[in-house]
């Protein structure tokens, strides 16, 4: 279905910023494209894979190069040559903003979201998949271009700021239609025998009036006269009702996902190809060859033809297993990333490979645990609280990480590496800290942090600490443009064996008589980051995280510190994506943050942070999960969310955020009295909190120190008039 991009080592995400600082030219970066694209190919013909996707490369994001296919650029970034424009729109310059980026479905890729209005003009550039094919074919080898399908693109997408009341981007469906079919068009000149459409917006819950439109789109695209056979993608979960609006259509293949999904129903694709998804492009456990085959042999009998796929594509998980010689041989024979994911897909296909069978545990489900509950409602312990910590109205705050420099990654790569020992590594992160402290005494802020500067990754760095997490050294996943993550693989049960972070709280504590807010990645999102164990209910993995961070919080609380931030940034994310699931979900994973918070007495803050998510459709969550201060990202869409009647009925502490950390820029005075002056018409002045969208680590200490004084400055301005 696809592949990763960034390359085995990251030879993408080094040239892109390379390129981006000026030091490569625009053709040193293709040079490094093309040669990623050539290498795997061949690797995958080599393992063995039969039909080759191509397209699946991107300088960005693959959302982005179809708004590009379709030229539908804003105004607004045309002035500049074309590469510049591309990453005009995905990272912003000094005289443009970027497109917003939001999560993929419910993976931790970020996609940019194209805009759409009613005089948006579409117009085919098919460049990239006409060049990706013929490159293939040069190397030869014949590839299946895969676009994303005119439904999925229009759905995600946002209507343009000055559309009339009511437009939606799918209204323009029959225009893109008209685009998509000169595309078939064009490669069917070209001899493409065969075009994956992806459509992963179909296993959402969709409207009546969606689903027509689905069926109209692609019964028109199958009635073309010149066009190569059309394969329509579907993945991250089941068809559903929009499993018979397709079948009703001329297509010839569909892609179902059989890890998420079951064979139900798939009678209705009689007469075409079913791509049987069914070695995960999600998880990085070796699949169960013999249930596959099951599952292979009961559709033969449902379908003209069945070919042999993974769920999804494998951008998703790491290249290679193999390269992980640190990891415990154990464990590593378990595991497949995307090299040994296709090298099943062959196995399966061809009846050959071992009859590797996962054979683990069954999991019991305990006693349902009894109702986690702060000691005392929100009321008392906001008094106790104020009582105790005596912080001005309106305090100035940050969401935890400082810049991680380049000095502060070599230190830990030099740790790693035992080119230094763990005395000189620990002096370097206390001069860090220092620094870090003395800072925010010098702004001015109210609640400090230590600036996270042990940390490689807010997730990454507790799988590290705890027991049952394993973590790779070059198992990078893309998580949006050139940036990436290594997710732990939790693969036992969950436990702390040590306090983690109460020694660096504890230190900085000791630097100032201002109070230091511990920092804590929640349980929700330390599983939504990791790849998940699939012999456990995600719950109960939830759970143990959750009891491992209750330990924690009683630490830091026994060690003086009195606010404790619980980051949930991926609390939305990993809300399932069908309605009918939603409502379980919630409950367990906001029962979940009770329990790693609720241990603390009624005078120790809790605070949580929320980020990339539609803050607007979370705050019922938000306020059940009962934390005493909640912030969330709000600078880039103008604290706009604060009109909605869900957050005027939020009674606790609310810190919207007033500064974009997402973008080089620094936000002056004004700007930020004019975020606080609207934001404290629907938040009560005692509940509001002045902090950034999000944590400082992407940015440089010149831009952050410019932008926390004019944060403290308008703060001050603030306090005298509410
Ligand atoms: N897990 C996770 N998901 C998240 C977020 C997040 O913070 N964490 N934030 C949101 C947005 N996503 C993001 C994802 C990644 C990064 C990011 O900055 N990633 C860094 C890597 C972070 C990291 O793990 N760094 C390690 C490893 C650094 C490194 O590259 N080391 C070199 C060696 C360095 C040297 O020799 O100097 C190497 O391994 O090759 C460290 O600092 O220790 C990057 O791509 O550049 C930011 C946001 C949503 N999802
Ligand atoms: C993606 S949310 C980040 C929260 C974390 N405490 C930080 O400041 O980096
Ligand atoms: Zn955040």
Redesign the pocket.
């Known amino acids: 279905m696809g592949y990763p991009r960034i390359g085995p080592r990251r030879e993408l995400k080094r040239a892109l910023e390379s390129y981006w600082d000026g030091a490569i030219t625009a053709e040193q970066l293709h040079d490094t494209g093309r040669e990623l694209r050539k290498q795997t190919w061949l690797r995958l013909a080599q393992l063995g894979l039969t039909q080759l996707p191509s397209n699946t490369f991107s300088y960005y994001d693959q959302m982005l190069d179809t708004a590009i296919l379709l030229d539908a650029i804003p105004d607004r970034y045309r002035k500049h040559h074309s590469l510049d424009a591309y990453f005009a729109m995905a990272r912003g310059n000094d005289s443009v903003a970027p497109l917003p980026m939001t999560k993929w479905f419910d993976t931790n890729y970020h996609y940019l979201v194209p805009e759409i209005g009613p005089d948006t003009v579409f117009r085919l550039r098919a460049d990239k998949p006409v060049s990706e094919f013929r490159e293939a074919r040069e190397l030869g080898l014949i590839t299946r271009p895969v676009l994303l399908g005119p439904l999925t693109f229009l759905l995600l997408s946002q209507a343009a700021p000055d559309s009339p009341d009511g437009f939606q981007p799918l209204d323009r469906l029959d225009d893109v239609l008209v685009t998509y079919a000169q595309l078939l068009a064009r490669l069917d000149a070209e001899g493409v025998p065969w075009v994956q459409l992806d459509e992963p917006a179909l296993v959402l819950d969709r409207t009546e009036a969606e689903l027509d439109a689905a069926k109209r789109a692609y019964q028109r695209l199958a009635n073309l006269g010149e066009r190569p056979r059309l394969l329509l993608a579907s993945y991250f979960g089941e068809l559903g009702d929009a499993l018979q609006a397709i079948a009703a259509t001329g297509v010839e293949a569909v892609a179902v996902d059989l890890v998420r999904g079951t064979t139900d129903g798939l009678e209705a694709l009689a007469g075409k190809t079913i791509v049987a998804g069914v070695v995960s492009g999600r998880e990085v456990w070796r699949t169960d060859l013999g249930s596959a085959r099951v599952t292979l042999e009961a559709l033969r009998a449902m379908a003209s033809e069945v070919v042999v796929s993974t769920s999804c594509s494998l951008l998703h998980v790491p290249y290679d297993v193999e390269v992980e010689t640190e990891l415990e041989p154990g464990l590593r024979e378990r595991l497949a990333f995307a090299e040994q994911k296709v090298a099943e897909v062959v196995a399966l296909a061809t009846g050959t490979g071992d009859k590797f069978q996962t054979e683990l545990p069954f999991w019991v489900p305990e006693k349902a645990s009894p109702k986690a509950q702060r000691r005392s409602p929100y009321a008392v312990r906001a008094k106790a609280q104020a009582e105790y910590l005596k912080l001005p109205p309106l305090p100035v705050t ?5 810049p991680q420099t380049d000095e502060l990654r070599a230190t830990r790569a030099d740790a790693a590496a035992g080119r230094i020992d763990e005395q000189e590594y620990e002096r370097r992160i206390e001069l860090e800290v220092q620094r870090v402290i003395r800072l925010q005494e010098e702004l001015g802020l109210d609640v400090l ?1 230590h600036g ?1 500067p042990e ?1 490689n990754d ?1 997730v990454q760095y507790f799988a590290e600490n705890l027991e049952g997490f394993a973590t790779t050294r070059f198992g990078w996943v893309q998580s949006y443009g050139s940036r990436c993550t290594r997710p732990p693989i939790m693969h036992g049960d969950v436990k702390r064996t040590r306090p983690i972070t109460v020694a660096w709280a504890r230190y900085a504590q000791s630097l100032t008589g201002k109070p230091v807010k511990g ?1 804590l ?1 929640g349980p929700v ?1 330390i599983v939504a980051w990791s790849f998940k164990r699939h012999d456990l209910p995600l719950a109960e993995s939830v759970w143990q995280v959750a009891q491992a961070l209750r330990e924690e919080v009683t630490d830091l609380e026994t060690a003086g510190i009195h606010i404790i ?1 619980v ?1 949930e ?2 609390l939305r994310e990993m809300t399932p994506l069908r309605e009918r699931d939603q409502a379980e979900y919630l409950q367990w994973a906001v029962e979940a943050y009770r329990h790693a918070t609720s241990g603390a007495s009624d005078r120790t803050q809790i605070h949580t ?4 998510s539609d803050a607007a459709a979370a705050f019922a969550a938000i306020d059940a999960l009962d934390a005493d201060v909640t912030t969330i990202e709000s600078a880039r869409s103008h604290a706009r969310v604060l009109a909605e009647p869900t957050a005027a009925a939020f009674s606790r502490g609310l810190g919207p955020g007033v500064y974009d950390i997402h973008s080089p820029r620094v936000p002056d005075v004004a700007e930020v009295v004019e975020l606080l002056t609207y934001a404290s018409k629907s938040v009560p002045a005692a509940q509001l909190w002045v902090n950034p969208d ?4 992407t940015r440089t200490y010149p831009q952050v120190q410019a932008a926390l004084r004019n944060v403290v400055e308008a703060a001050r301005l603030m306090r005298g008039k509410v």
């Open positions: 940050t969401i935890g990480s400082f942090v996270e940390r807010m920092m990645t999102t931030q980051d940034p991926a942070h929320l980020c990339y999000c944590g400082l680590k």
